[in-house]
T-cell receptor, first 115, second 112 residues
Framework: GAVVSQHPSRVICKSGTSVKIECRSL??????MFWYRQFPKQSLMLMAT?????????EQGVEKDKFLINHASLTLSTLTVTSAHPEDSSFYIC???????????FGPGTRLTVT | QQPVQSPQAVILREGEDAVINCSSS?????VHWYRQKHGEAPVFLMI?????EQKGHEKISASFNEKKQQSSLYLTASQLSYSGTYFC?????????????FGQGTTLQVKP
């Protein structure tokens, strides 16, 4: 149980284009989903907290107009990187939590490369 | 503020024990422990919600000292499969949102 999928696993895009990443909880309903960014050999940096049916809460320094988050249902959240630039290249990981104070289950991550 | 983990890295032989510490400068609501292998997503190990709580998962256990704002992860009789980077994630505040702040990670390498 507690499986989270993430698609795509890898994406290469050209500078200026937009990329959408999907995060799905497969066998549970997630009251909250989280989006992280991870640079090589570094920690997980929280970008935003996503709650179904409401606006996402962004961490300080994260541009909400650049990283659009939509939480359409209790099992699906999407992150769209708009007008991507090479500095946006990173490993993006989502997590889903079945309860407000519960454990987080992570998706397999998406490796984004912007050329 | 990011919790501080120590040590940053540790190398063990199979069967040896290790302790990884996680220390916060802010009052803790809960502490979560995860293990991440290279190129993979973090895997949930355990969550500690109460001060003094100790939880076990096979030969991996953890404690939570609320007063000291610390948690420790204990790995006993380590196996090769324990290799990876361990992260603690801390939650703060009485009205918890589920949001976690992760430590910088501790890399564990278990050798045969």
């Amino acid at each position: 149980g507690a499986v989270v999928s993430q698609h795509p696993s890898r994406v290469i895009c050209k500078s200026g284009t937009s990329v959408k990443i999907e995060c799905r909880s497969l066998d549970f309903q997630a009251t909250t989903m989280f989006w992280y960014r991870q640079f090589p050999k570094q920690s997980l940096m929280l970008m935003a907290t996503s709650n179904e049916g409401s606006k996402a809460t962004y961490e300080q320094g994260v541009e909400k107009d650049k990283f659009l988050i939509n939480h359409a249902s209790l099992t699906l959240s999407t992150l769209t990187v708009t007008s991507a630039h090479p500095e946006d290249s990173s490993f993006y990981i989502c997590s889903a939590s079945p309860a407000a104070i519960g454990e987080q289950y992570f998706g397999p991550g998406t490796r984004l490369t912007v050329t | 503020q990011q919790p501080v983990q120590s040590p940053q890295a540790v190398i063990l032989r199979e069967g040896e024990d290790a302790v990884i510490n996680c220390s916060s400068s802010k009052a803790l609501y809960s502490v979560h422990w995860y293990r991440q292998k290279h190129g993979e997503a973090p895997v949930f190990l355990m969550i500690l919600l109460k001060g003094g709580e100790q939880k076990g998962h096979e030969k991996i256990s953890a404690s939570f000292n609320e007063k000291k704002q610390q948690s420790s992860l204990y790995l006993t009789a380590s196996q090769l499969s324990y290799s990876g980077t361990y992260f603690c994630g801390t939650a703060h505040g009485s009205s918890n949102t589920g949001k976690l702040i992760f430590g910088q990670g501790t890399t564990l390498q278990v050798k045969p």
